[in-house]
């Protein structure tokens, strides 16, 4: 580097970046507009509480307690009470294709296990892979576990009816051995916003340069490709962090997502997060050749961002080669940070063994571009 | 030696693809001298111009500019050199005063804010200071780039076309101003198709298909010609085809009420009016036009 860095050229880049956003109306509104699209779409549009799945249960031991508690399980709402096929093999194959989403096991012994008062458990086998599409269901079948049998268990058997429950459930989740629940939309919603307009933007920035020819004038002017690069980094950290005010804003009053850890190790958790999608959209535009191109790279980085990275697909039920790409992905450790931040309240020990990883990608993208940036028009 | 040349190159040459469109360009251009550049459409200007301010790095060649080496200290050269392009690259979603702001900020030029508002009233553009560039009329936005690339008080401006399209009044003030400030020292190497800003150069360069053909002071260029001009009084179109035939005439142009006449032989395309009867002719200056003409049509009847 020849000569340092100069906050009067790098100030001037903000500066213009600034206006040049005020005056595109359109592209403003959208990166507002995004997120709370999504967020209704996702929070409310979506039923996150759907009724009448389609369910199927081998009774092992049928009795009139049995029939009773499959009796309520339809009158929960939740279940559908299906015919069950042949085998539980049968069944689980059904539940792979997504044709029954619940599997309820009720073992030989267990109305004779009942009466004596042994706390038989049945059990609930769901397809977990759409946490939020069985998270209320199964919580509604651990009511019933104190009420279904209140009716059945009279005389002498009368003190089952009360608690401690009279039998356990137990509840093995498939596809999605970490049950996440229905707040882990929220959170991960915000690191795809982030990814997808932090790098389309960018992305954008730079190639709008030279689509509109005034990257000429920009090269003959005496700035540092650094001051370039930085100056049309920081304006966007700002809208990214307006994005982000907007989600947690919404997420907090509309869905009632906790935020269990800490607000400013959150936020300087996003600060490292949108810096490192912004240099990879800054190093796209030193590829693309136009907007369209950098719009196009957006995507093709952002697919596998969304799927592999634990927002569609839990990352533990990916194949390992999966795993591997989504170790490599922003998203993936940002995902890890804010769920861990927000839901489960985790500290900064806990949240650095994702941070790093963001630095280096940063880190080593940051060099790509600034090793590609253009300095002359050849 | 760097002392004495504003410009100082040789053998410049770019090729792009298998297209060499620069082949061997050397140009020397002094202190406080305003240097026309001058050549057909796609002879290779704009590419010479942005070798010489470090926007393409030259295949061959090497030389200075204000004494710093073109390929390897273009950040020094970039800071006192006004460059000009001939598409216009300013922000379109800027206005004229937000424009030059920025290129004062890059620049860091102190009072700021005076030497904008000062740039902007020497173009005559502080009336429209708050409109869009975008909404300019193509003379207005060359106004705005001139008034840009001259913000920091380059001591060599390198202007692409910086008059096309501009009307001749402010042309002329345009033209005052490159003098003027030739006359504080600075240089000026500009790109033009017009003749009338050519005469007002203290040299000229003239190139075509990449190639450096003739180069001197306009006086020596069309001395260097040996073409003879004629006007001819008459304005009969029938009579431009029969003018054309005569022996030795080379170029014919109609203007107005008159035909301008001229080739190499003098002697020769006198005898031929003479003999053309009742023609009133007399003879007269031979123009840049006519010169450049017989250089283009020179080549291309022996392309390089
Ligand atoms: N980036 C490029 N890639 C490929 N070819 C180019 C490029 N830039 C210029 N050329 C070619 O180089 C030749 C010279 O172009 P240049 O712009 O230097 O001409 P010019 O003398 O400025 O012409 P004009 O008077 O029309 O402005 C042209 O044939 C053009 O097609
Ligand atoms: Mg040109």
């Known amino acids: 580097m020849k000569f340092p860095l100069a906050w009067n050229r790098l100030w001037a880049i903000v500066l213009k970046e600034f206006v040049q956003m005020r005056r595109d109306r359109i592209t403003f509104a959208m990166m507002v507009g995004i997120p709370v699209m999504q967020l209704i779409l996702f929070g409310f549009a979506i039923n996150t509480d759907p009724k009448r799945l389609p369910t199927v249960v081998f009774d092992a031991s049928p009795s009139a307690y049995t029939r009773s508690l499959v009796a309520s399980l339809e009158n929960s709402g939740y279940y559908d009470v299906l015919p069950p096929p042949e085998t539980v093999a049968e069944a689980r194959e059904a539940m792979a294709i997504g044709e029954v989403q619940f599997i309820v096991s009720i073992p030989p012994d267990f109305s004779r296990q009942l009466v004596r008062g042994e706390k038989p458990a049945l059990l609930l086998e769901a397809d977990a892979s759409d946490p939020a599409a069985t998270g209320n269901a199964i919580s509604a079948l651990a009511n019933l576990n104190q009420s279904a049998l209140q009716h059945d268990l009279k005389g002498p058997l009368a003190r089952l009816g009360t608690a401690p429950p009279p039998f356990e459930i137990r509840i093995q989740r498939n596809y999605n051995p970490e049950g996440i629940t229905q707040y882990n939309i929220v959170p991960g919603l915000m690191g795809t916003i982030l990814t997808m307009t932090m790098i389309m933007m960018t992305g954008m920035a730079m190639t709008r340069e030279l689509e509109r020819g005034t990257l000429e004038n920009l090269l003959a002017f005496p700035v540092h490709p650094l001051e370039v690069m930085i100056g049309k980094i920081l304006p966007y950290i700002i809208v990214g962090y307006i994005q982000v005010t907007v989600i947690l804003v919404a997420a907090y009053f509309l869905f009632d997502v906790p935020i269990a850890g800490s607000l400013p190790l959150l936020l300087a958790c996003v600060l490292v997060f949108l810096a490192a999608n912004l240099t990879v959209g800054m190093m796209f535009s030193t590829i693309a050749k136009s907007q369209l191109q950098a719009m196009q790279m957006t995507f093709f980085f952002f697919l596998p961002s969304m799927l592999l990275s634990g927002f569609m697909f839990p990352f533990r039920g990916m194949p390992h080669w999966a795993q591997i790409i989504g170790e490599g992905l922003p998203l993936t450790h940002f995902l890890r940070i804010v769920r861990g931040i927000m839901l489960k309240g985790n500290g900064w020990a806990e949240t650095w063994p994702n941070v790093w990883p963001l630095l280096v990608f940063m880190g080593v993208v940051m060099l790509i571009g600034f090793k590609r940036y253009r300095k002359t028009l050849d | ?304």
């Open chain 2, 1 to 304: 030696m760097n002392g004495e040349y504003a410009i100082d190159v040789h053998g410049l040459s770019k090729s792009f693809g298998h297209k060499r469109v620069v082949n061997g360009l050397s140009l020397r251009v002094e202190k406080g001298e305003i240097y026309g550049f001058l050549g057909p459409n796609g002879s290779g200007k704009t590419t010479s111009i942005r070798m010489l301010c470090g926007l393409l790095t030259p295949d061959e060649g090497s030389g200075t500019c204000l004494g710093f080496d073109v390929r390897s200290q273009s950040a020094e050269i970039k800071k006192q050199v006004g460059y000009m392009t001939q598409r216009f690259s300013f922000y379109e979603d800027l206005s004229i005063r937000e424009n030059l702001d920025f290129v004062a900020r890059l620049y860091a030029m102190p009072n700021r804010k005076q030497t904008v508002q000062a740039g902007m009233e020497d173009l005559g553009l502080a009336d429209r200071a708050d409109q869009l560039a975008g909404t300019l009329s193509g003379g207005w936005k060359q106004r705005l780039a001139l008034a840009a690339c001259m913000l920091h008080r380059p001591r060599l401006l390198l202007l692409d076309e910086p008059t096309a399209g501009v009307d001749p009044k402010a042309r002329r003030d345009f033209w005052d101003e490159i003098h003027r400030l030739a006359g504080q020292g600075i240089s000026v190497l500009v790109s033009t198709h017009y003749m009338d800003e050519a005469a007002r150069c203290h040299r000229l360069a003239y190139i075509a298909y990449g190639n450096l053909l003739a180069s001197g002071s306009p006086e020596a260029l069309i001395a260097q010609s040996g073409l003879a001009s004629f006007d001819v009084k008459d304005d009969d179109p029938a009579l431009a085809e029969r003018l054309r035939k005569l022996p030795g005439v080379q170029q014919v142009v109609a203007m107005g009420n008159l035909y301008s006449v001229s080739g190499r032989d003098g002697a020769l395309i006198e005898q031929g009016l003479a003999s053309l009867p009742g023609l009133r002719f007399e003879r007269a200056e031979t123009g840049l036009e006519q010169v450049f003409i017989q250089l283009m049509e020179n080549v291309q009847d022996a392309p390089p």
